[in-house]
């Protein structure tokens, strides 16, 4: 009897087909339906990727076309800038006047027409990520126009007065383009060269007051310089380029002392 009841018991209590395939139905759906959630959370993510990425490929295409149409516009300016100098370079005692306003005229001519391009390329942008494609473009700016002004005036062009000139080229709702301390100093570095060839030439003339003008404004320029060089925090271009205005200054005070040493020789007075 124990045994007939245990074998009725487990057939009232198996489970029918019927009520498998719906528990199987369920699960089955159940499955699928979690499936799709995470397929569309999937494709959403993967969307939102996309979406970013194409984002992130814009901004870097953008940026490297402004990129080439910056070092473009640096290269116009240090091809015109070195015309300024020589201009310049073509000073004598008979002429400088006439020498120098037209250095003048081609240094504002610069500045009006390829320095506002680079202005309007850069203004309101973080231009500082962009240094290294104008930055050799500036110094030759910076090179030329303190050449002409000391030739014109006798004095050192300054960075405020360099940025000044800047100002009207900007739109003034956006933040202007200004030139750095490295840049500028950069540039006065190579201007010393450039005043160097200027003085041998004014020696060769015999214009010996203005060689000696041009020699201590150099040695002005080269021991202030002394003083900041040590305190950059990436010196190495400096460090060159304070080796070669030392050499500047070195060879004006030989050129100009075996000068006159060779006209006291000559007129017996010495």
């Not at 029918?16 to 959403?44: C, D, F, N, V, Y």
């Not at 027409?113 to 203004?123: I, T």
Request: aromatic share 8%; net charge neutral; with cysteine.
């Amino acid at each position: 009897m124990l045994l007939h009841a245990y074998k009725l018991s487990l057939i009232v209590m198996a489970p029918k087909p019927q009520r498998i395939r719906h528990l199987a139905g369920a699960t089955w759906q159940s499955a699928m339906k979690k499936a799709r959630t995470m397929s569309t959370e999937t494709e959403t993510e993967s969307s939102s990727m996309k979406d970013a990425f194409s984002k992130y490929a814009d901004y870097l295409n953008n940026l490297n076309d402004k990129r080439e149409r910056v070092v473009k516009a640096s290269r116009d300016i240090t091809m015109n800038s070195k015309k300024v100098i020589f201009q310049v370079h073509r000073i004598s005692k008979h002429n400088k006047e006439e020498v120098l306003d037209k250095a003048v005229k081609d240094m504002a001519a610069v500045t009006d027409q390829y320095v506002s391009r680079l202005v309007k390329e850069l203004q309101g942008t973080d231009f500082w990520k962009l240094r290294r494609a104008y930055s050799p473009g500036v110094q030759e700016y910076v090179e030329a126009a303190t050449f002409c002004n000391f030739c014109k005036t006798g004095t050192l062009l300054t960075l405020d007065e360099i940025n000044a000139a800047f100002l009207p080229l900007s739109d003034p709702s956006v933040e202007p383009l200004q030139i750095n301390i490295l840049d500028y100093i950069l540039g006065l570095a190579d201007l010393t060269g450039e005043l160097m060839r200027l003085a041998i030439g004014r020696i060769s003339e015999g214009e010996l007051d203005f060689a000696e003008k041009i020699c201590s404004f150099v040695r002005e320029i080269y021991r202030k310089l002394t003083l900041i060089a040590p305190e950059m925090d990436d010196p190495s271009d400096m460090k060159q380029k304070m080796e070669t205005m030392l050499q500047s200054v070195m060879k004006i005070e030989n050129v100009n002392g075996c000068f006159l040493f060779w006209t006291k020789w000559i007129t017996g007075h010495y």
